[in-house]
């Protein structure tokens, strides 16, 4: 590969690089202005509900996740972070809930299990709960989604960075044979 070649290619890299370094820099800003939406959103709950009606005494006992947050690897190789809602099932979890056969007639009932979908969080603070605090649930929400993206992007810069430095050593070591 020749000099030029390498260096048309370490500049595409590094515009590659600061394009997104910049991506993440804004997704940085959105996240911070989420997690203070949600939480003058909670404030403002905690004014309307009372200082007790919205706190860790009114958690559920027994909490389960509502998202999930998962890795794969991307085309290139690179990882890639996603987030899922819990309550979609997999396909491979859709089915028959029994392998054996059941008693159709009888006295015996088979109790039928709980559902495997999580209840809403904003349940536990009651029924009819104050739109902020379904405003806050909405801004953590969607503070959860732009985390996993950055986590993605910022897999995304260090494999970019590492092909920067392999470049840069590259083209010294043409200049050097070349001198």
């Not at 006295?107 to 904003?122: F, G, V, Y």
């Not at 929400?141 to 993206?149: F, I, N, P, V, W």
Request: glycine share 6%.
């Amino acid at each position: 590969m020749a000099a030029a070649d390498v260096r048309a290619e370490l500049d595409s890299q590094l515009l590659q690089l600061l394009e997104d370094l910049e991506e993440l820099e804004a997704k940085h800003v959105a996240l911070n202005a989420r997690v203070e939406e949600g939480w003058f959103s909670l404030s403002k709950a905690r004014y309307a509900m009372g200082a007790k009606a919205v706190g860790s005494l009114q958690y559920a006992s027994r909490m389960e996740p509502q998202v999930c947050v998962y890795t794969n690897e991307a085309q290139n190789g690179l990882q890639e972070f996603r987030v899922v809602r819990a309550s979609t099932q997999a396909p491979e979890d859709v089915g028959p809930r029994e392998a054996a056969l059941r008693r159709r007639k009888g006295l015996s009932r088979i109790p039928e299990p709980e559902s495997s979908a999580p209840q809403d969080p904003l349940n536990w603070f009651g029924i009819l709960v104050p739109h902020s605090l379904r405003q806050a649930q909405v801004s953590f929400r969607e503070c959860l989604q732009l985390a996993a993206d950055m986590a993605s992007l910022q897999v995304h810069i260090d494999w970019g960075r590492n092909q920067v430095r392999g470049l840069q050593k590259k083209l010294r070591q043409l200049e050097l044979e070349a001198a």
